[in-house]
């Protein structure tokens, strides 16, 4: 499986990033000296929703470089996943410390101008996801391509350079920094308890798909299934997103056919997971079949990952909706010499992972005071 993303880059910095083979990207203007200092606590946090992207990019990933005021142009592959480096390259700055090597895969002239993406409805439908942040005027430094809208930016690329590109065969000179690896993204905390951030939660996630752990498949189900996953995937123009979306796809046994066959919408809550966190991962899994299942709504897996749950949801998941799977609730717990842990707490009855024994809960929780949504679980109507 080979994830495509866009770096987002200015004329000077893209020629620095060409000529010695390596994406940058950072937060501040303000360096960070050295790892010593990055991995300090208070410092690490605040880098964490950088870390969520970066720990998404593996080896034999596609880079497509967009140029300010310039538009899509060539595509490189990663030959080396994360790594830590505050060295100074040229004109691109030590405050960009989290970097990643790659080599140039298909070079093009002409660059393919932003706005050409958003002629059509039909291309606005392919390019959902870099729609949505433009309409909300933010970008990302790394942002996640899904399949379709890969394919059809390079399609883009060909025909503004009437089919005429290299299969580049161009070798960048030797990265000149220091590397210091990221081996493994530690979450300092001193007891057993929720993470002080979202976005910590989610690197945690994401390390242990990097990483191929059990942990990850036991929710998710076997890798070689996972055509695509993305984090912070725009869930509409407001600002809201889904903290994971993930494809799945599975060779028939004639191998004839390769169809995608689920979907998975994953919803955070660092402490407590309750109505209004089960009716969000509800609401984005209608949006998910609506637009992107194209009304298949069974194709949609909700799941909702909390440190702990409270006694409604528990109740309302087993009574089952109408429109949806059945959510599936997971429990997650950090230990600092263990890692983190995942776990399925409620049983279902769909084509996921085969849960796990229900686990102690981690606390006790009193009755959520978001009622609202009580009665429309009963009668079966929450979407």
Aim: proline share 5%.
């Amino acid at each position: 499986m080979a994830n495509s993303f866009v770096f987002i880059v200015d004329m000077e910095t893209y020629k620095t990033h060409i000529k010695y083979g390596f994406c940058a990207t950072g937060k501040s203007k303000k360096p960070i000296e050295n790892y010593k200092t990055f991995m300090d606590e208070k410092i690490q946090a605040e880098y964490h929703d950088i870390l969520a992207d970066l720990l998404n990019v593996q080896i034999g990933d596609q880079i497509f470089f967009y140029i300010t005021k310039e538009g899509f142009k060539d595509v490189y592959e990663v030959t080396e996943k994360l790594f830590f480096d505050s060295t100074e390259v040229e004109n691109l700055p030590a405050s960009r410390p989290f970097r990643i090597l790659i080599r140039p895969k298909y070079q093009f002239e002409k660059a393919v101008p932003e706005d050409s993406l958003f002629l059509s409805e039909k291309r606005r439908s392919k390019f959902w996801l870099l729609y949505f942040n433009k309409a909300r005027g933010k970008a990302r430094g790394c942002t996640p391509l899904d399949p379709d809208a890969s394919q059809e930016l390079l399609e883009l690329l060909i025909k503004y350079n009437a089919c005429e590109y290299s299969s580049a065969t161009q070798v960048p000179e030797r990265y000149p920094g220091i590397k210091r690896e990221i081996k493994e993204l530690k979450i300092k905390t001193r007891f057993e308890q929720p993470f002080s951030r979202e976005d910590s939660l989610l690197a945690m996630i994401l390390r242990a798909y990097q990483t191929k752990s059990a942990t990850f498949s036991s929710i998710f189900g076997g890798f070689d299934r996972l055509e695509w996953i993305g984090s912070k995937i725009p869930y509409d123009i407001t600002g809201k997103n889904i903290d994971l979306l993930l494809y799945h796809r599975v060779k028939t046994p004639d191998e004839q056919f390769n169809p995608r066959y689920k979907y998975s919408v994953v919803e955070l809550k660092r402490e407590t997971g309750d109505l209004s966190a089960l009716y969000q991962v509800l609401n984005y899994s209608q949006a998910v079949g609506n637009n992107l299942a194209e009304g298949d709504f069974h194709l949609v897996q909700p799941i909702l990952i909390a440190h702990d749950f409270t006694d409604d949801v528990l109740k309302a998941v087993e009574l089952g909706f109408s429109n949806h799977k059945k959510p599936i609730l997971v429990s997650y717990r950090y230990v600092q010499d263990e890692g983190l842990t995942l776990e399925i707490i409620n049983k279902h009855d769909n084509d996921s992972p085969s849960p796990t024994k229900p686990i102690r809960r981690n606390k006790r929780v009193q009755q959520s005071e978001t009622h609202y949504i009580e009665p429309l679980v009963a009668k079966g109507k929450i979407c």
